[in-house]
């Protein structure tokens, strides 16, 4: 269908490209699944829409309500477009450090932005938002990380389009932040073709990488459920910018860099454990946000340093 009643009709049904250039077999075929192509820009509209959807349905949140999500920017500007079209009031807390083209981007759709401390990350974001809603109960606290609608959007939508346009898949990799995307199309894959492994990509404990977390860094979101995952790798910051260059430069895909993470881990994963078969990676958003950061024009160690001082992702 091509023609829509409004905006949010467009979430969802977003392309499937060949990558296998990528691959570092040639008996393994790649295909990205390319959330940018989203209307608010990131995988995130699915479950910005899916969880105010269902706090309707159950009668938590009416039209003039306000929101209050911990967001480092692609919940926040999902959740921005949903709010703008259904009449709710939005405030995000956002780590101050954050690139410039977050702030802008939620503020030009009219969320209210509250800065968190810049060396919390997005933890302190969480434990700001937390607090917040504590102390004032009229804010509506959706909570991404606890929300069972995040993976349900992604049970419901991603996974059933995944499927239906790679029958073939073998290994789905991803990259882990609240666990929704994973969670989700996991165990729907499981359900329907219950030899497809699951691979989750993390930066190393410490490290940031737009997005990601990994869960020894403290805080393990409550949607998160180990038995859907079969195995996970490991993508450096500066190892994720080189997959974003790789994407734009030999498949001509302009992708944030946590899609780089993905394309990485998923190479690390093939490399070790596959000798043929298809891989699936999910490229969460594209590479708008993240011009300021360099990722595509600057010498490497420049940006991994940039990016330690400035949350870019
Ligand atoms: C850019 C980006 N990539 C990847 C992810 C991870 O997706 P999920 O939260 O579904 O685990 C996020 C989540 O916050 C993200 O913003």
Known sequence: MTRFNN??????????VDISQLSPNPDVKMFAKLEGQNPGGSSKDRIALKMVELAERDGAIAPGD??????SGNTGIGLALVAKLKGYNLRIILPENVSPERRQLLEIFGAEVTLSPAEEGSNGAIRM??????????????FQY?????????????????LRDCPEIDVFCAGLGTSGTLMGVGRYLKEHKPDVKIVAVEPPAGELVQGLRNLDDGFIPPIFSGDVLDGKTIARPRESIEGTRRLLNECGIFAGVSSGAAVYGANRYIS??????????????????????????????????????INYW
Do not use: C, Q
Not at 7 to 16: D, H, V
Not at 66 to 71: D, R
Not at 146 to 162: D, F, M, V, W
């Open 7 to 16: 905006i949010l009709e467009t979430i969802g049904n977003t392309p499937m």
């Open 129 to 142: 938002a937390e607090k917040i809603s504590a102390d004032e109960p009229s804010y509506r606290f959706l």
């Open 66 to 71: 306000t929101i209050l999500e911990p967001s």
């Open 272 to 309: 070790r454990a596959m000798s043929e078969g298809t891989v699936v990676v999910l490229l969460p958003d594209g590479g708008w946000k993240y011009l300021s950061s360099g990722a595509w024009t600057d010498d490497l160690d420049t940006v991994v340093d940039r990016a330690n001082r």
């Open 146 to 162: 606890g929300n069972p609608a995040n993976p349900l959007a992604h049970y419901e939508g991603t996974g059933p389009e995944i």
